[in-house]
């Protein structure tokens, strides 16, 4: 929660915001180790093996100016170039209210079956029955059939990951 908005107000960290941050975390430590206040936090911070603060901050920076904002962002001297990463990808470019499953999936375009073997899964529900089957086909032929009932408290969800998971054994 300290860290929250880093990107915003840790690039660059000033000397205030960095004995800010060490300071908070100082209190922390103690309580965790139990050592005596006049331990040093550089000593705590290896003893528990907690990165300190101010370098998570300015990481979190670094990481959301290069990659996000896709801007060069310099560290130690060392140059980290957005062109040398590759771009986060968005699974929408659209508000949800407005999503419509046509503009993503094609009906129209119909996959032929390979002419070597195809599985075919299957899981129903009705009333109080549920099934789950699958069937392995090679050139038209039947060369393996599976179904099994399960119980009535068994989603169908659960029925077709059943028949999936025994085709895939």
Not at 134 to 153: G, H, N, S
Request: net charge neutral.
């Amino acid at each position: 929660m300290i860290l929250h908005g880093a990107a915003a107000w840790a690039y660059p960290l000033s000397d205030r915001q960095h004995r800010l941050l060490n300071s908070i975390q100082r209190k922390f430590l103690l309580n965790i180790t139990g050592a005596y206040s006049t331990t040093p936090t550089a000593a705590l911070q290896v003893i528990e093996g907690i990165i300190p603060l101010h370098i998570k901050a300015e990481q979190e920076a670094f990481y959301v100016r290069t990659a996000s904002l896709r801007k060069t962002s310099n560290c130690n001297n060392i140059n980290f170039n957005p062109n040398d990463y590759e771009d986060g990808t968005t699974s929408t470019k659209f508000h949800p209210a407005i999503f419509q499953l046509e503009d993503r999936i094609s009906l129209k375009k119909q996959f032929l079956p390979v002419l070597s073997l195809n599985i075919y899964t299957d899981g129903s529900k009705m009333d109080d029955k549920t099934g789950s089957a699958f069937c392995v086909m090679e050139e038209d032929t039947r060369k393996y059939e599976w179904i099994a009932q399960l119980r009535p408290f068994n989603t169908v969800f659960q029925a077709e990951l059943f028949a999936i998971q025994d085709a895939c054994l």
